[in-house]
């Protein structure tokens, strides 16, 4: 872009320039011999020393231009660089805000199974009586499932999370978890003293 207003500049320049020249050109032509020759002479002295100012100040005025086109493509070129920048950051942003609502409405479903389990009743199964009728029973969790739900509660708090996070996760209360945490508190006081 740059060069384009320099080339037009300096086209512009020689134009005048050369019209300048025709100009001296058809002045000594008309001139008269004699005395008067001197004087149209230095005239065309003085025209010619201004021509060559004049052409010294386009050249001056074109190297400005170049230098401020110069200085404003550098900042474009800033601009561009800050503007990508803050795209990069507003997509991690926006990102790291999906994840969260993401996470929200996990814990908000655990919320509601946990809320819509304590309203349900409990699970009962049909199981033949030994002596072969059928009782309703109530149905409970394996013993390796408490372990295992415990060993998780135990592994989440050593990672650092809280006791609310993890009945959440979990779908425990808060209680289970406090709970479960104290047991093994007791049992390490106690494997430690023993």
Known sequence: MEYLVT????AACLVVFAF???????????????GRQME??????????????????????????ASALADRERDLVDLADTCERTLTEAGQV????RE???????????????????????AVADAPEPSGGTALEVAKPSKQSFEKRNARVIALHAQGMSQARIAARLGM?????????????QLDDAGRGG
């Open 7 to 10: 080339i037009t500049l300096l």
């Open 20 to 34: 300048i020249c025709h100009l001296v050109v058809v002045v000594r032509r008309t001139m008269v011999y004699g």
């Open 40 to 65: 149209f002479e230095e005239r065309a002295e003085k025209l010619q020393r201004a021509i060559e100012a004049m052409a010294a100040r386009i050249d001056q005025v074109a190297e400005e231009a």
């Open 94 to 97: 926006l990102a790291s805000l």
């Open 100 to 122: 969260q609502c993401e996470r929200a409405e996990r814990a908000l479903s655990a919320v509601a199974a946990l809320e819509g389990m304590a309203d349900a009743p409990p």
């Open 173 to 185: 209360s808060v209680g289970e978890v406090e709970l479960v945490l104290g047991l093994r508190k």
